[in-house]
């Protein structure tokens, strides 16, 4: 019994510390969150501003649909879940619609780097565009890789 007073007590103490002292705004995604750190840099204190991406509200837990897995040994914070969503239309390809956690680029200052977060955090599509006409009506820019010529 005294194990289960010390343990509410703390549970308090996390909770107040961590989302404040008005109990009926607690709510999961002030322990539980998810943050978007890179492998390499991601924990050196001066590159960890350039290289990680933004540190959101989870959902969910390793037994929900919108699976959200911490180590409760640790923390709350997100260790495992959901990098890529697709709804796929198998009669019409172009109606498919998929999502990434962060973007389309790993490169560190394109603006496709971290561009589909809110809309995986919002649990939001984008159309994914399967044919060659469809892509080149949506198509942002052209990208020619050409290797070079050797003399």
């Known amino acids: 019994?005294?194990?289960?007073?010390?343990?509410?007590?703390?549970?308090?103490?996390?909770?107040?510390k961590q989302c404040g002292g008005n109990i009926a705004g607690w709510q999961?995604?002030?322990?539980?969150?998810?943050?978007?750190?890179?492998?390499a840099f991601g924990g050196i204190p001066v590159l960890s501003m350039i290289f990680n991406g933004p540190t959101l509200?989870?959902?969910?837990?390793?037994?929900?649909?919108?699976?959200g897995a911490f180590?409760?040994?640790?923390?709350?914070?997100?260790v495992h879940g959901s990098s890529q969503?697709?709804?796929?239309?198998?009669?019409?390809?172009?109606?498919?619609?998929?999502?990434?956690t962060t973007g389309q680029s790993?490169?560190?200052?394109?603006?496709?780097r971290f561009d589909m977060v809110q809309?995986?955090?919002n649990v939001e599509y984008d159309p994914l565009l399967f044919t060659q006409e469809t892509a080149q009506a949506n198509a942002e820019g052209l990208l020619m890789l050409v290797p070079p010529v050797r003399k």
Request: negative net charge; hydrophobic residues 45%; contains cysteine.
């Open 106 to 112: 790993e490169q560190i200052f394109s603006p496709h």
């Open 119 to 121: 809309k995986w955090q």
């Open 28 to 39: 999961w995604g002030c322990v539980h969150t998810v943050s978007f750190k890179h492998s």
């Open 1 to 16: 019994m005294i194990l289960c007073v010390a343990a509410c007590g703390d549970a308090v103490d996390l909770l107040s």
């Open 71 to 78: 180590n409760a040994s640790q923390t709350f914070e997100m």
């Open 57 to 67: 509200q989870a959902r969910g837990d390793r037994f929900t649909v919108d699976a």
């Open 85 to 100: 969503r697709l709804i796929v239309d198998l009669s019409n390809l172009n109606n498919s619609l998929g999502i990434l």
